[in-house]
């Protein structure tokens, strides 16, 4: 009974596969490798998928390495399924952040942002 298990699917925001968050890593917090990368354009705009399980209002904080909040945003009744978002960091100060979008105060994904 030799079965080969299935490779994993690739994330994509054009079908009915949700998006889920990654889970932290339980032994190092300030780990944010787990978490998928993205770099702003050369116009400052980072371009952030996520899945919704039902219509509810959306934020977006932006951590800076020693945890603090470096902004956040908010967006109103947004709705279910794969949604995308594109958000210009061209004021936010180069360096390392964790982006973590929450819909209806639940974290539905977390992203590595890396500005040069």
Same mark, same amino acid.
């Given at each position: 009974?030799?079965?080969?298990?299935?490779?994993?699917?690739?994330?994509?925001?054009?079908?009915?596969?949700?998006?889920?968050?990654?889970?932290?890593? %339980?032994?190092?917090? @300030?780990?944010? =490798?787990?978490?998928?990368?993205?770099? $702003?354009?050369?116009?400052?705009?980072? #371009?952030? /998928?996520?899945?919704?399980?039902?219509?509810?209002?959306?934020?977006?904080?932006?951590?800076?390495?020693?945890?603090?909040?470096?902004?956040?945003?908010?967006?109103?009744?947004? %709705?279910?399924?794969? @949604?995308?978002? =594109?958000?210009?960091?061209?004021?936010? $100060?180069?360096?390392?952040?964790?982006? #973590?979008? /929450?819909?209806?105060?639940?974290?539905?994904?977390?992203?590595?942002?890396?500005?040069?």
């Amino acid at each position: 009974n030799n079965k080969q298990t299935p490779p994993p699917k690739e994330e994509t925001a054009n079908n009915n596969t949700p998006i889920t968050p990654e889970s932290p890593n %339980p032994n190092d917090p @300030n780990d944010w =490798s787990v978490f998928p990368k993205v770099m $702003p354009n050369p116009k400052g705009d980072v #371009v952030l /998928k996520y899945t919704l399980k039902s219509t509810c209002d959306v934020s977006m904080q932006l951590i800076s390495p020693g945890w603090k909040k470096v902004t956040e945003l908010h967006f109103e009744k947004q %709705p279910s399924g794969n @949604n995308v978002k =594109s958000i210009n960091m061209s004021r936010v $100060p180069q360096g390392r952040y964790l982006l #973590v979008i /929450k819909g209806g105060g639940e974290v539905v994904r977390r992203y590595r942002v890396l500005k040069r």
